[in-house]
């Protein structure tokens, strides 16, 4: 009989101990060394310096990437390895350092037993650079005016000598300290503290009657979190219990600001909003894995929280001419409770087939007591008082898919979702979505082609539709809102990828849906959406390697309204359209040496807005969104452990809006703008710099 090497290399392996244990005493191997296992020790690393610069400043084009003002900046990066004897290490990795999108990590332990971080990142979130505002202070609580406000309308303010540039935006600060404990082959414990902090502005507005004003919102908040958790890993169970905790804080609790128009009734002079309150969430979790079987598996989770909000009302108005009766309460004294169960379970019931299901249970229960408050319109007079409506909801999911291999070269997958949702507090007590789909896909039917096909069936029923008698003024009892309204879903994927050669790939992919809102007499009635889309890649050579990427989106949705608290009198359509295209090239100059890039891509956005009323009337202007993106990138090895790099991106970005193009401040008697304009922007971003690697 012959034996394959390996089975006879396992049996002399299990066989060792006896065969030692009957030879003698146990032999000392603590001196045995692998002559051919590699183990890292020492620092390895590289370490990033440079220099770049912004041709134009620009809050659309730096919105995320911390290069929204002009001038050079520093390119400056690092990421350094240490190992030591015994599984101790540290690492540490910094990028960006020289733009606001900095951040920088730094970790140290021992791959055996523990771990501990430092974690520090920034992210600029810049919203605009158009806007311009009278107002004094800004990102603080309490905004002025300067001399010759209020007036009667926009056009007899002073606006051209007191308008100020102001530039939109926030940046967050985030800081993560956290240690990990391996105690055991089966045991760990981890802790993660973060302290966040986001400031800046947005925008916000105030009105006082029959006049408003735009105005910047300031943003000063503070988030502590905790995340804590203890897991075991055995060979069938996994077990996890954890506690997350958050504590939300708002620098500014109230934002007042001095009212610009010439008062309608006397003590009107100011007007103040409530701003994000202060608030908590605490939650405790447990989770279990279990390997029924080689093929079996089972989990559950189940996570149970509380939210609280207690920051004391502010001031009900600052007009003191006002007499309005006392609130019912100090504060909202807000109590949220929370249950997130969820049961998952994976089988492969033979080669072929694989089946999957879950379950999830989402509760939120509110807590918090409906009160009677005296209502306040604007600081100018008093309304019907109205109750607080807090709102909860339980939703039910279930899920089941299988997977069926028919043969080696055809697949195909099915599924059922069912999701049902009950509400309080809203015009639909239930609803129920109800959704089938299934897949197929095949790598044989036609030589050197993919096929695949995927189609769906939802259909959504409420238990009825209702007007809420909380709501006042009350809404239109034919209005459905598109979130609680019978709907009927179909969807359509379709996609085929072709291997023409070893060098030349394409694909090309269609998606469609329409949404069929059959029973909304006013309100969302119909939507449409269509996506074409098509890739190629050509291996030209060895050297040079090119990619193509097309892809044209089309949704369309058209929405019933009445004008007169009645059967609609009007219908709009919606219509906006993506289209884009991008093309990159990859080659290697000197192989090991030299390499080169370009990407290129056109993007084309509009959106068209047609209203229907019967009479005619002009229609809304086309808007418009257009980026052109050029990037050029060569990588050159100067040495084996000296790399250069050069980049340039160049990036053209131009809009239409009618919401805001031609809105100056004072373009509107009885509103007063930041006077934004839709953002249009060229820019060049050059950088050189240099890696050392060790």
């Known amino acids: ?43 390895t690393g590289s370490v990033d310096v440079g220099v770049g610069v ?5 809050a659309k084009f730096g919105q995320f990437n911390g290069l929204g003002d002009k001038g050079g900046f520093l390119i400056g990066g690092a990421n350094v390895r240490s190992d030591g004897e015994n599984g101790a ?31 520090y990142n920034q992210l600029p979130a810049l919203s605009s650079d158009s806007a311009s505002t009278p107002f004094l202070g800004s990102g603080t609580g309490v905004l002025t005016l300067p001399a010759g406000y209020p007036a009667a309308d926009t056009a007899l303010m002073p606006l051209g000598t007191t308008l100020v540039p102001v530039t939109i935006g926030t940046e967050r600060k ?24 986001k400031d800046g502005t947005k925008r916000g507005a105030g009105s006082l009657f029959v006049q408003s004003a735009q105005f910047l919102e300031p943003i000063d908040y503070t988030t502590d979190q905790v995340d804590a958790f203890a897991s075991y890993a055995g060979s069938r169970w996994q077990l996890r219990f954890g506690y997350y905790g958050s504590q939300f804080r708002n ?11 010439t008062p309608v009734i006397a003590g009107a002079d100011s007007g103040s909003l409530g701003l994000p309150p202060d608030s908590q969430f605490h939650q405790l979790s447990a989770a279990v894995g279990y390997r029924y079987s080689a093929r079996t598996r089972l989990n559950a989770d189940l996570a149970v929280g ?22 019912p309460a100090a504060s909202l004294d807000g109590r949220v409770a929370t249950v997130n169960a969820s049961l998952r379970m994976n089988t492969q019931v033979n080669d072929d087939l694989r089946v999957n299901a879950a379950y999830t249970h989402n509760d939120r229960d509110n807590q918090t007591a409906s009160l009677l408050y005296p209502s306040l319109i604007t600081d100018v007079f008093t ?5 607080n409506t807090p709102f909860s909801f339980t939703s039910d999911k279930f899920k089941l898919r299988a997977d069926y291999r028919i043969d080696e070269d055809t697949g195909a997958a099915a599924g059922y979702d069912h999701d049902t949702t009950r509400r309080t507090y809203q015009e639909v007590d239930r609803t129920r979505d109800q959704t089938v789909w299934a897949r197929l896909s095949s790598r044989g039917a036609i030589e050197d082609v993919e096929l695949s096909v995927k189609a769906a069936h939802g259909e959504r029923r409420n238990s009825g539709y209702q007007a809420l008698a909380e709501v006042i003024p009350p809404e239109n009892p034919l209005m459905r809102k598109y979130n609680l309204a019978n709907r009927q879903r179909d969807t359509l994927g379709l996609r085929a990828d072709v291997a ?14 329409r949404d069929d809102y059959q029973d909304s007499t006013i309100g969302l009635t119909d939507g449409r959406e269509l996506t074409l889309s098509g890739d190629a890649s050509w291996a030209m050579s060895d050297e040079t390697r090119f990619t193509f990427f097309v892809n044209r989106q089309q949704i369309r949705s058209t929405q019933a309204g009445s004008s007169s608290f009645s059967t609609p009198d009007w219908t709009a359509n919606n219509r906006d359209t993506v289209d884009f295209i991008g093309v990159g090239v990859k080659h290697v100059v000197i192989e090991d040496k030299f390499n080169v890039g370009a990407d290129l891509s056109f993007s084309r956005s509009k959106g068209d807005v047609a209203v229907f009323t019967g009479i005619s009337a002009p229609s809304f202007p086309t808007l418009t969104a257009n980026l052109d993106s050029l990037r050029f990138y060569a990588v050159y090895r100067l040495k084996d452990n000296v790399t250069l790099r050069g980049d340039y991106g160049y990036q053209r970005y131009t809009s239409k809006s009618w919401l805001l193009d031609g809105v100056l401040p004072g373009t509107i008697e009885n509103v007063l703008t930041l006077g934004e304009t839709a953002p249009n922007y060229r820019v060049h971003v050059l950088r050189a710099s240099l890696r050392y690697s060790f």
């Not at 540490?92 to 430092?118: C, P, V």
């Open 1 to 43: 009989m012959k034996t394959s090497k390996p089975l006879l290399l396992i049996s002399l392996i299990a066989a060792l101990p006896t065969v030692v244990a009957a030879a003698g005493p146990a032999v000392d191997t603590s001196e045995w060394k692998c002559e051919s296992c590699e183990f890292l020790e020492g620092r």
């Open 54 to 58: 912004v041709s134009d400043s620009s």
């Open 89 to 119: 290490y540290w690492n540490l990795k910094a990028a960006d350092l020289g733009i606001d999108t900095r951040s920088l990590a730094i970790e140290a332990g021992n791959a055996r037993s523990y771990r501990m971080w430092l974690r």
């Open 174 to 197: 985030r800081l993560d300290v956290g240690a990990l404990l391996l105690a055991s082959p089966q045991w760990e414990y981890s802790v993660n503290v973060r302290h966040e902090t």
């Open 251 to 261: 620098g500014n609790p109230s934002l007042t600001w001095a009212n610009p128009f």
């Open 306 to 327: 509380r939210m609280t909000q207690n920051q004391a009302y502010q001031a009900q108005t600052t007009n003191a001419a006002l007499a309005l009766d006392s609130l």
């Open 383 to 387: 309304g019907v008082p109205r109750s």
């Open 500 to 513: 023409v050669s070893d060098e030349l790939h394409f694909g090309l992919g269609l998606d469609a849906a």
